[in-house]
């Protein structure tokens, strides 16, 4: 072979020579397309698959565990005597702390020097204090029976011109040094800023003749409420509120309030609280004995406070509560005993009782050694914990998330505090404080707190909730996928129930009934349908259809449940005409089955009202808010359905083989009246049995309303589920007739050779190769109506409430993304829970369309072989 | 033996129920499609339609001027019908009695919002007085700058502030020869005065009037001119009154632009894409799993690509341009938000799957013969593909860049993440260097449909320019699906003869 190529080399018949080799520049141009196609060709598809990836790569941070990294620690000589609490400025640089003897001190974070000092009271030191609103109101109680309150603020100055010494001007950004009474700091702008801190003390306050003994105090919209008990049992409850005086421009301090002895209390002077906790409104009161014994009080319609229940907040008799906080908020109380034992308690309405008693939500006992040092955080429920060993455990009350644990070196751990930005934790012993630089970016989210019910404040049980925001500081969020994930579902629910027998059906009599010609026309009208903006069908739904059938529910109910049963005595009436005419007619079926439809549905409209006040006791609304009747004609609709298609099933098994065995005899035309009135007898017999179920399941006490049915609420699932019937029948349909149509017509002829009619053709030889096409048609359309957005953002009302009732709203997880994402903050917890959201749908689509995928491939490869 | 008897089991055989249920779900899912087009369509074009002007006294003694909206029924509650006068209440009772418990009533576009605090009244038919329904023969409908419409009939001409007017017909003739249809020409010190159906009378100045007709004197024709100058306004200008009135240019310009944007991006790479996969990559299980992932990403909820869109290419990548290129403008973002520009890049990956899906096809719709053809004539693979591959398959790509082109006009989901505002105040294309604004935020007729829908404040005055914003937007998508289906068709028919 070489030899003949080598010898037929650069001779040829004609004597021209060819260019066997292409030019160069042909071989450079294929070079560099095949270069650029491969080059961008595999970009694209990487590009596309990113997406999934950059979604997960936004949510991790959530499921990251938190950070805690000492920073600091050192023994400080400056500090008289044990703090009793602390509090941090914004930026970490400062914090202030309160002492047995009533003076406040400053303290500069970076090296530990005293930068100021304050005293309240100069004769006396105090015998009970009190913090609210992480540390910015304080109150203390004196021997003497005066209460003091006082204002604490960290000021900050920005320093120009001749404020600034040559040492502040040569500083870098987020270098500080002390200046005065107070701390500069250079800003990344290159500012000079200077913190102090002001203490702002008020007139005192006589309560009482003996001393006071213990305190608590909250912030209200009005000013202060301030709670104090005295040495024999007495309370005293004074409302404080400030007054701009106009002439002076001077505030005046105006206090209001009752005093109660220990016997209108009905509590033991000898035995007194140790703790007293007030709520946030000031309404309520709790006195904690160190045994747990507890007395709530609450403010009557007077104002007064009136002892309303006792309980005990420690199971144990052998442990004593050793610390006793609240979380940001002032609803949850964290109790921590000398065992180690940590609860929150919240209040509870228990059903039937008028007022709420304290209840155990969250146990975060991680630990054996006795609580020294509780410190909530300002922005979340996040709660850090002092123990006598020294360790100091960081954790999330609401999520049950137990964030880090640390350990200080000197004894126990007598005051903690959690600075403002949630960035520094700091803690005090006997002798010497640490800080440690803490990232509790997500401490609320745990896959506990996606997916599992949780027991937040203000509600009575655990509950799945999604609530991203509020009007209020001290709100949670509570970022619950499941109420979305319930919406998407009852939307797809619906959408599917709705729109895959009429895709399927639709399919079935285009492939199989419809002349060729008809069919090429009739596919790209449904497939038009496909293409109609969702924003277009979402805004129609809502506000021409939903206001609609909002005032027409009874003949809505009505066609939807009689349009079959016209259908069914309309191809009753058809077999009647003679058999000759049928090759002739049978191209204008569909035409007798649109006049059908719409006189049944002019009758049944018509009916509606003449059933509702049959079925409903006149009015279905009233029926449905549960104001009317019992819940047999309930039953009966959600029943109906299901008995028409057993009834239905038994009479296809066992009713046609008598029929046909016995109208042998009998001519078309009598056949098909006896097959009429077969159909009217089941028919009775379908609503016979479903009214009896119904009312067998409604006497024995179940009534479907609250559950399946309810309320009608304007926007709801049935509007919904109509109107993606536009967005899901087109894409089921398209799917579907190219499957049926793809199963070869020796398959059809062979049938039809062999005697079959075309309806036995279609359902036993047609469908069965079919069916994995059919399948994969139904997975897309479900995937389609797991994603589609506009519809339900319009449509659906858009609360995310689980309820199962048709007639109600919902919100998915892709219209919460498109009212939610604008709004949220970059790297926010919300943000990336959205992605999370976003994430989960991604996944959901991708596991449908790649089920659907295979099936279809294992179809082609079926249906090949035919 | 049995003796068989043939009509009496096909009858049975036939399944007709059957048949006519499958028939019945065919027919009910074209009846959708055609009644929904059908109401879009109809109420679009019947919007800028001029009605008449009735004139309608109450018994309770007011008067009012306007165009009826609609007619509705409504079952009264008892304590309505229990608050009239006794007059009114036996009106009602009658009617009741007749119509089984329902009510009539009509809803009134009375305008003059300035005055009344009201764009819309509902009146009960009872309320009317049995001759109270007339048709001024001179009242005016004045379309403004702002406020909304004023009815009303004339009383004077006035300029600068004499009368020069106070014959209708003169007024009217005046009016017509200062105000040509543009009130930026009009002389500024030129009003109307219009007298109100409660007798308070308004100057309203030439400058501000967009529009003034007196529908009850037109005739066919002149009422299509009033018809066609709305259009001609929808179409070509801005909007006024919180979008509710005026037109949807930027919508519209932004809408276009933005498709051709992606356009541009999503064909050029969706169709070298779908090269690599065809003609190039090797084959073999690596490739079929990428299929089924393109395919996969085809079937990805839209709203998806909009938190991508948002995450990556406005915060991510917009952030980090800012940073580098717009530091002195921070802490307001130039790129780090959502723009023309990410909005086409979110739909173009959007899409990339239905084009490369598309083309792929296409592709694969090429005989190999015809390739081994070229090879064995000496063509190298590119040759072969640019001279015989790609004009075989342009149908089929066109067909995919169209049907990009409908999806990205037609979804609005992402476009409400990543740029689509209410109300943009330029446009991403103009006359100010550098003339391209890739980082504007834009109006888009879907988000229009969306806002004007649901976030306008006067709802009802905005639903007939939603119905004609959402029969633009559909004609704009219907077309050129249908384009997309001919372009199939004619592949399909193309290549029926031609297999080796």
Same mark, same amino acid.
Request: proline share 5%.
């Given at each position: ?17 060819f260019q066997r080799k292409p030019r160069r520049s042909v071989m450079w141009r294929d070079d560099f397309a095949r270069r650029v196609i491969t080059l961008s060709g595999i970009g694209s598809i990487v590009a596309v698959s990113l997406v999934g990836l950059f979604l997960v790569w936004v949510v991790l941070p959530l499921f990251t565990p938190t950070g805690l990294e000492e920073t600091d ?395 991203? &925001? ?5 709100? +949670?969020?509570?970022? @619950? =996928?499941?109420?979305? %994930?319930? $919406?998407? /579902?009852? *939307? ?27 069919? &090429? ?5 449904? +497939?038009?349908?496909? @293409? =109609?903006?969702?924003? %277009?069908? $979402?805004? /129609?739904? *809502? ?27 309309? &191809? ?155 967005a899901v029948i087109p894409i089921i349909y398209s799917i579907a007739e190219d499957a049926l149509s793809a199963v070869p017509d020796h398959l059809r002829a062979a049938s039809l050779g062999a005697g079959a009619t075309l309806w036995q053709t279609a359902i036993k030889v047609v469908v069965p190769p079919a069916v994995s096409g059919i399948f994969s048609a139904g997975m897309i359309g ?85 | ?500």
């Open positions: 072979m070489a030899t003949t190529k080598d010898s037929n080399k650069g001779r040829s018949f004609t004597g021209q020579v620690s050192r023994e400080s000589v400056s500090y008289a005597g044990p703090v009793l609490y602390q509090a941090a400025n914004n930026y970490g640089s400062l914090v202030w702390s309160l002492h047995q003897d009533g003076s406040v001190q400053v303290l500069d974070l970076d090296q530990g020097l005293l930068v100021d000092s304050h005293s309240v009271r100069s004769d006396m030191q105090p015998t009970a204090w009190a913090v609210a609103d992480q540390g910015r109101r304080l109150a203390f109680g004196y021997g003497d029976g005066v209460m003091i309150t006082a204002t604490t603020e960290f000021v900050v100055d920005y320093l120009d011109g001749d404020d600034l010494s040559a040492e502040m001007v040569n500083l870098e950004p987020g270098q500080r040094l002390v200046h005065g009474r107070g701390l500069v700091e250079k800003t990344n702008e290159g500012q000079a800023r200077l913190t102090t801190l002001q203490l702002q003390v008020d007139k005192p306050i006589k309560l009482s003749e003996t001393p006071v003994a213990d305190l608590a105090v909250t912030v209200t919209t009005n000013g202060l409420v301030v709670v104090a008990l005295d040495s024999l049992g007495g309370l005293h409850d004074r409302r404080l509120t400030w007054k701009k005086n106009l002439l002076t421009g001077k505030l005046r301090i105006k206090s209001r309030g009752s005093d109660h002895t220990a016997t209108e209390l009905g509590t033991n002077p000898a035995h007194l609280p140790s703790y007293l906790a007030l709520n946030d409104a000031g309404d309520m009161l709790l006195m904690v004995n160190e045994d747990g014994q507890t007395t709530m009080l609450r403010r009557d319609h007077e104002g007064l406070f009136k002892p309303v229940h006792h309980q005990d907040l420690l199971a144990d008799e052998k442990r004593s509560i050793t610390s006793l906080g609240f979380l940001a908020g002032q609803v949850s109380v964290v109790i921590g005993d000398d065992h180690g034992g940590l609860m929150v308690w919240l209040p509870v309405r228990k059903q039937g009782a008028g007022s709420p008693v304290m209840a155990p939500v969250h146990n975060l006992t991680h630990h054996q050694s006795s609580v020294t040092a509780l410190a909530a955080s300002g922005r979340s429920r996040t709660v850090a914990v002092g123990y006598a060993d020294g360790t100091i455990d960081l954790m999330h009350v609401t999520s049950n998330r137990f964030i880090a644990e640390t350990t200080m070196q000197e004894g126990p751990v007598t005051s903690l505090c959690i600075a403002p930005r949630e960035d520094l934790l700091l803690a005090s012993s006997s002798n010497g404080f640490a800080t440690w630089k803490l990232d509790a970016a997500h401490p609320d989210i745990s896959f506990e707190s996606l997916l599992r019910p949780i027991w937040y404040e203000g509600y009575d049980e655990p509950a799945y909730v999604w609530q991203s &925001s509020s009007a209020s500081d001290t709100f +949670e969020h509570k970022l @619950s =996928l499941v109420p979305l %994930v319930f $919406g998407t /579902l009852k *939307a797809t629910f619906y959408s599917m129930l709705f729109g895959l027998p009429l895709a399927l059906l639709a399919a079935l009599y285009t492939s199989e009934f419809l002349h060729k010609k008809t069919r &090429s026309k009739v596919k790209p009208v449904i +497939e038009i349908m496909a @293409s =109609l903006p969702s924003v %277009v069908l $979402g805004f /129609l739904a *809502a506000l021409v259809v939903a206001p609609l059938i909002e005032r027409v529910v009874s003949q809505t109910l009505a066609v939807l449940f009689l349009a079959p049963f016209f259908i069914l005595v309309g &191809s009753h009436l058809w077999q009647l005409m003679p058999r000759i005419w049928a090759p002739r007619l049978d191209p204008f079926r569909p035409v007798a089955v649109l006049v059908v439809l719409l006189v049944g549905g002019m009758i049944a409209w018509q009916l509606g009202p003449i059933l509702e006040k049959l079925v409903f006791q006149g009015d279905v609304r009233a029926w449905l808010d549960g104001r009317l009747g019992t819940g047999t004609p309930g039953w009966f609709l959600l029943l109906l359905p299901g008995c028409s298609l057993l009834v239905g099933w038994l009479n296809i098994n066992y009713g046609e083989g008598v029929l046909r065995s016995r109208g042998l005899a009998w001519n078309s035309f009598h056949l098909g009246l006896l097959d009429l009135a077969r159909l009217l007898v089941i028919s009775t017999l379908t609503v016979g049995l479903s009214w009896f179920l119904a009312w067998m399941l409604s006497s024995s006490g179940w009534d479907p309303r609250g559950g399946l049915l309810g309320t009608y609420v304007q926007r709801n699932a049935l509007i919904v589920g109509f109107a993606m019937g536009f479900l995937g389609r109506a797991v994603g589609e957005t506009m519809i339900v953002l319009m449509a659906a009302g858009n609360t995310p409430i689980m309820d199962m009732n048709v007639f109600n709203g919902f919100r998915t997880l892709s219209a919460n993304l498109a009212v939610e994402l604008p709004e949220a903050v970059q790297h926010s917890t919300h943000y990336r829970t959205l992605f999370l959201a976003a994430l989960t749908l991604f996944v959901m689509t991708f596991i449908l369309n790649t089920v659907a995928e295979l099936v279809r491939l294992h179809f082609r490869r079926k249906s090949s072989r035919l | 033996m049995r003796k068989p008897s043939r009509a009496a089991s096909s009858l049975l055989a036939r399944g007709e129920p059957l048949v006519w249920l499958s028939s019945a779900g065919l027919v009910i899912a074209l009846l959708m499609v055609v009644s929904l087009v059908g109401l879009v369509f109809y109420n679009g074009m019947t919007t800028f339609w001029p009605a008449h002007l009735v004139r309608i006294e109450t018994t309770g003694g007011d008067v009012l001027v306007g165009e009826v909206t609609r007619h509705d029924v409504f079952k009264p509650e008892s304590s309505m019908v229990a608050a009239l006068n006794n007059q009114e209440r036996f009106a009602a009772q009658m009617e009741m009695e007749k119509e089984g418990g329902y009510l009539q009533r009509r809803l009134v576009r009375t305008g003059n919002f300035e005055l009344t605090n009201e764009h819309f009244r509902w009146i009960e038919d009872f309320r009317i007085k049995p001759d109270g329904q007339s048709v001024p023969r001179w009242g005016l409908v004045i379309e403004r700058l702002s406020w909304g419409r004023f009815y009303g009939e004339p009383v004077a001409y006035v300029v600068d502030q004499d009368v020069v007017a106070t014959e209708a017909e003169n007024i009217w003739q005046l009016y017509q020869d200062n105000h040509d249809g543009h009130h930026e020409s009009a002389p500024d010190d030129h009003y109307i005065r219009v007298a109100t159906s409660d007798g308070a009378e308004k100057d309203l100045a030439l400058t501000e009037i967009v529009r003034a007709y007196a529908p009850n004197q037109l005739n066919w024709w002149q009422k299509l001119r009033v018809y066609s100058s709305r259009w001609v306004e929808f179409l070509t200008a801005e909007p006024r009154e919180a979008n509710s009135e005026g037109g949807v240019w930027p919508a519209l310009f932004g809408t276009v632009v933005m498709t051709l944007a992606m356009t541009l991006m999503v064909v050029p790479f969706g169709v070298m894409a779908a090269l690599y996969l065809r003609e190039y990559a090797e084959g073999g299980l690596m490739i079929s799993l990428v299929r089924i992932a393109i395919n996969n990403l085809a079937g990805v909820p839209s709203i998806v690509f909009g938190v991508f869109g948002l995450g990556f290419f406005s915060y991510f990548v917009g952030g980090s341009i800012d940073a580098i290129f717009f530091a002195d403008q921070l802490p307001n973002p130039t790129f780090g938000t959502g723009g023309i520009m990410w909005a086409s890049l979110t739909l173009a990956l959007l899409t990339l799957p239905v084009v490369i899906v598309t083309t792929e096809e296409a592709l694969s719709a090429v005989p190999t013969s015809m390739r081994e053809g070229s090879f064995a004539c000496g063509a190298t693979k590119w040759q072969t593909i640019q001279r015989v591959v790609l004009p075989r398959a342009w149908p089929g790509i066109m067909t995919g860049a169209i049907l990009a082109m409908a999806r990205g006009a037609g979804e609005v989901a992402p476009l409400m993440l990543v740029g689509a505002v209410k109300l943009a105040p330029d446009l991403p294309l103009d006359f100010e260097f550098p003339f391209v604004h890739p980082e504007r935020s834009f109006m888009h007729l879907g988000f229009h449909i969306f806002d004007l829908g649901f976030q306008s404040q006067n709802s009802e005055a905005a639903k007939p320019m939603v119905f004609t914003t959402t029969m633009l937007l559909m004609s704009i998508v219907l077309f050129l699906n249908t384009a997309a289906i001919w372009f199939r068709m004619r592949l399909a028919k193309k290549f029926e003869g031609s297999k080796f």
